[in-house]
Structures are given as C-alpha cells and as structure tokens.
C-alpha cells in the first residue's frame, strides 16, 4: 500500500464502495490538463489589472558606522577590562628580556664570554622595532571617511559608504516623469523574477558595454512587496484598469564605471527616498527597505 500512488489509492477506494461512489474520481487525460490551462489563461486574460516586476537594489554599507556616545562609552569600557585581565605577550617578553640584559651589561660582574655566543645574539631589539612601527604608524594616511564632493553626487555608488543606498530609476509614467525603483512590464512566459531581472538589465548603465561587471544577487523567487495603482480615468478602460507592482530585492555585488552627470538613476539613502517617491508608493516601499 505505500508503494502505491496516493492517485491509484483514491480510485481504487472509491470502485470498492459496494458500487456507491465514495469518492469522486479525478481525471489526469491530456484533455483536462489543456482544459485547466485554457481557464488559467482565460482568467489571466481577463484580468484588468496589468502585472509589472520592480527591483530593489541596494548596496550595502562599505564601512562602519560611526559610534554613539553610549557605543563609544561601551567600547571604552571593554578596551579597559580586556587590558585588566590581559597577561603579557611575546613582545612584552622579549622587551623584558632586552632590559635585563642590558641591565648585566652595565653591571660592574659582567661577562663579555655571553655575548660571543650567536645563540645570545640579536641583530634587532624589540625597542628597534616598536620605533619602526611608530615611524610607519607617523607616515601613514587614513583614507577619508566623509568625502563631500563625491558623497553629494546621488548618480555614484561610492557615496555615503557607511550606509545602504538603494537605486532610483527615472521611468516614464504615463504621461509624466517619475521616480520609482526599476520596474518593467510582465511579458507572457516568464516569471516574475524574470521580469524583475530584465528591468535591471535594461537600465542605461547596464547596457553599456563598459559596465559589464555589473552584477546583482536577488534574494530568493517570491516577492517582498506589491504597489497597487490605476491609470488616469482618462485613460482607463474595462480591460485595463491599473497595475499591479510585485518587488523583489537584490544586493549590488559588483558595479561599473561612474556613470554620466546626467543619468537617470540614483543611489539615495532610506532617509532620502521621501524627497524622490510619492507618499503612497513611499509607504508600501518602506516596509521591505532596511536601514543598515
């Protein structure tokens, strides 16, 4: 009985009823499968809601954040425990181990026989070294953490690193100009990740061929959101009232070249994508977007 499908199981349940159906017989013939194809596609076709695929692409932050005050106390705080209950180190061995023998060297009893003994000899001290390091630590140049000129130019994906940014595309609406994150029209066979993916590929950095490094890594098949909207009434018909906006969320691991001043996308931090949305497409976008 385990070996049998649970298919033979319900038929053969419902013929051995003393010629009552039990249970109703399911038919798997060619015929019902294409029947239930056609009714999925007649209803799709009927549909007055047009079905569109949106990207969220962020990049994730480069570097640390800068600490609070109560972050900077607490890690004052573990620097000077993790130093109470530290024992001493090699280093501090060896600088030990240098000042006791320059202790004997200077004692009136000192014999001069250790010293000729290349196991006793060192070409370089420790103090000689913590001085190399002190000088190399003097000539070094920390990279700048907050760049203004390129921290105000939203069209980089080198600014604000310390923080997520997330990519803006200007796309046409209707009849106006909007700022949205990329989307695209649903195409009849592919999925809505297709669809989400293609809307990628089809931005203007992406297309040149100097930014062919350009790579994204979706986060999973199934979307994170969805944006209602309908068409102006002017515009609106019974076969076509509005769309229907699935989100699905994408990580930058690789980006191209600087793009031109005038391009039609930007990197805005979570903060600022109230200045670029509209307060309705804003809120639905709000809920799946992490400030990291």
Known sequence: MASRSLFQFVTCFGRSAAGKSVFRQFSGSPVSRERLQT???????S????????????RLPVISQDYTPIEQQFAD????????????????????????KMSRKQAANYDSDEDDD?????????????????????N????????????????????????SLVLLA???VGAAKMWLLPQTQWKEGETLRQTAE??????????????????????????????????PKAIRTEGSIGTKVFFFK?????SGPSPAPNASFLWVKKSELQHYLKPAYMMKVDRFILGL
Not at 39 to 45: F, G, K, M
Not at 77 to 100: I, N, T, Y
Not at 144 to 150: A, I, M
């Open 170 to 172: 200007e796309q046409q």
């Open 250 to 254: 994408a990580i930058l691991s690789k």
């Open 140 to 163: 070094f140049q920390p990279a700048p953490r907050v760049r203004d000129d390129v921290d105000k130019d939203l069209t980089t994906v080198e600014r604000c690193l310390a923080d």
């Open 198 to 231: 293609r809307a990628l590929a089809s931005l203007p950095a992406a297309r040149l061929p100097a930014a062919a490094g350009f790579k994204a890594t979706f986060l999973g098949n199934s979307p994170c959101g969805v944006y209602k909207y309908k068409l």
């Open 118 to 138: 290349p196991r006793h000899q060192e070409t370089i001290l420790a103090q000689d070294l913590e001085d190399s390091w002190e000088l190399r630590l003097k």
């Open 77 to 100: 705080l573990m620097q000077e425990m993790e130093l109470e209950k530290s024992v001493v180190g090699d280093h501090e061995l060896r600088l030990q181990e240098d000042a006791e």
């Open 39 to 45: 009714n999925v596609l007649t209803e799709r076709a």
């Open 47 to 58: 549909s007055p809601w047009n079905l569109a695929a949106a990207v969220c692409l962020q």
